[in-house]
């Protein structure tokens, strides 16, 4: 028997809680506030806790799902209703629900609103009141049941679940399946459990699936989501065993992440926060809602970011042999053009017969590159009016260097090194490493005066590590430890503005976009597929942290050149490439596209994006065409980023204009230098051919 515990309205969001009469157990259904009286009371199913918990020795549940899931053990059976806060506090409200076992177990759920959030922030915490030590196997962030509240049944054909995939330089791509299509149907007796279990295993969050996951009622047009903040591994679930279906999430649990945690008596365990919301609308809507939370996190970032300054990179110049001289002349050609950070990457390390990619770990100068020293180089930069950044991947050890064989400090698994292929790991918990980095990084970077880091990580862990009472927890600590001494750069270094890279775009996740000003979007640093990955992105991350690389060729024609600075306006610009060979119209091309950056940026900044263009299949070979369209947070100005791919240019590429905007072109950046049309609340793309692109920004007419 079901019943209403009680209600809280946060912004246009309601949080009911709903008790089991019968076992005072309680669970949480989230709805848009203009359906808070349309639920429906007549669908068949038990209260879904709000809290998933498993420890070791638990009875686990029925329903043949060993090894498929752990929810719905013994424990969380066992909960029971004890009490409910609701804290308001200056600009936050806290809902803090206390559950009990009989087993003298205490749990707490809590939900926090910053007043004007489109999402909350949901945590739980395991407070051992007993007299005895447990070890935990699983431990939820976020749990949400009685989905969709709105249909009767179990809403056959009526449900879709969004995921975000992800691989080495194709990041992002969406997958919508339907409910049926993942087998997630209740059986005829009700008497089975299916999970459509997912995640990632190891110190790459992002490799997979990005942490989040949507569900969207097709039918009542609303869809609920969640992105899990944390950087190691990490499951989502979407769970059905009667008409509703459930969707929770957190930390890899002891079957998917190896992991762990003894909670000894009088001790307590706190989760990773996850950002969860609910909405009228489909996955853009519900995607942009959750990463809408992100903003909160830059306002202690340094002041110079507000502008979303210009990066040149020079990796794709050098390739990993930067020197004196290449960075003089790339200076002095970049002087003036205003690009505000020049970053030195990769191999200003190098030793003699040791390369870049082999040697990483010691941080000492190259003498070969910089005869003079660094501190010319620095000199240089400043001087034609750059801030200068530097590379480390400061957490891992090439094979070529001598910290590579300090195994007293590196991380094991079983008793063993962890080498995966040239790389090993520091122990980021170890003191030894702390004081060792503090030396090699954060020191370093005050002595030279550099301005901005790169922080780059080009491997996973994988399931774990020793020093903790399981590999996943002995993980979960070295990544906490790992961000904890990021905090440690960005706190003893204020003004430092810091870029999270792994391998691209392998850490792209809410933890990290917390400690870092903006991430790198991808490897795809020359790829035709740029446009797609850094689109999908929209869905992630905020665009003002989504840097993506233009990489110019003194080869490139005006087509290509033009294509590779539209692809910088779904973000961040960053530069690299040939600047010091190409020709003047080559290079007023890619001023001119620096200079309409700057104009679009207020939009990029802040404001909501729509994708419109038939579906990419292959992103390698891509068909078709996609246009990202953005109004700015204040209705005032709306952005038109247009790309052709292999496409029939017979078909014109025209879009509804979204929000029932009136619009007045303002300015267009494309080859033809021609304006889009507006014709019975269409816009039409004047695009000709093959992997073309064009930017247009609006006036928004009152």
Known sequence: MRKILSEFTLGDMVFRYELDSNTDNVGLIMLPLSLKDAAVQEKRYRVDSLIQVKKLGDDYPDGFSQGVTMRNGSSTRALKFVSQDCIEEQNRTSIITILRNNLNHELEHRITWNHGDQAVLIA??????????????????????????????????????????????????????????????????????????????????????????????????????????????????????????????????????HWMKKVEAGEEFATPEAIVSVTMGGIDQISQRLTSVHTRWLKDKPEIEDELPIIFNEYCTSWGQPSYENIRKTCEKLKGTGIKYFVIDCGWYSEEGKPWYLSMGDWNVSQKLFPGGLEKAVSVIKDCGMIPGIWFELENCGSMSNAYHMVDHLLKRDGFVITSGSRRFWDMRDPFVIDYLTEKVIDFIKEYGFGYLKIDYNETIGIGCDGAESLGEGLRQHILASQDFIKKIQTEIPHLVIENCASGGHRLEPSMFAISSMSSFSDAHECIEIPIIAANLHRAMLPRQNQIWAVLRKTDTSQRLYYSIVN??????????????????????????????????????????????????????????????????????????????????????????????????????????????IENGQIVFPLHGKFQAMATLFNVVP
């Not at 054909?157 to 992800?166: F, K």
């Not at 008497?191 to 009622?217: K, L, N, W």
Request: proline share 5%.
């Open 124 to 257: 739980t915490k395991y407070r051992n009141t007993g007299t005895e030590a447990v070890m935990l196997e699983m431990l939820s962030s976020f749990s949400l049941g009685g989905l969709t509240p709105f249909i009767r049944g179990d809403a056959v054909n009526t449900m879709l679940v969004h995921q975000l995939r992800s691989k080495w330089s194709s990041e992002g791509r969406l997958q919508t399946s339907t409910v049926e299509e993942l087998m997630l149907e209740p059986s005829w007796s009700h008497g089975g459990a299916y999970s459509h279990r997912f995640g990632q295993v190891g110190s790459m969050p992002v490799r997979g699936y990005f942490p989040f996951v949507a569900v969207e009622d097709t039918i009542s047009n609303v869809s609920w989501g969640a992105q899990l903040a944390y950087a190691g591994s990490w499951q989502m679930e979407v769970y059905r065993k009667d008409d509703a279906l459930c969707i929770s999430g957190g930390l890899a649990d002891r079957e998917f992440g």
């Open 568 to 677: 910088t306006f779904l973000g961040r610009m960053c530069l690299s490439g040939d600047v010091l060979h190409l020709d003047d119209e080559q290079w007023e091309i890619v001023k001119s596209g620096m200079e309409f950056y700057t104009k679009i940026s207020p939009v990029i900044k802040d404001g909501f994006s729509y994708r419109f263009g038939p579906e990419i299949q292959s992103y390698r070979h891509p068909e078709g065409w996609q246009v990202m369209f953005r109004v700015s947070a204040d209705k005032t100005k709306a952005l038109a980023v247009v790309h052709t791919f292999d496409y029939d240019q017979q078909t014109p590429i025209s879009i509804p204009i979204p929000e029932n905007l009136s619009l007045r072109v303002d300015s267009t950046y494309s080859q033809e230098n021609t304006d889009p049309t």
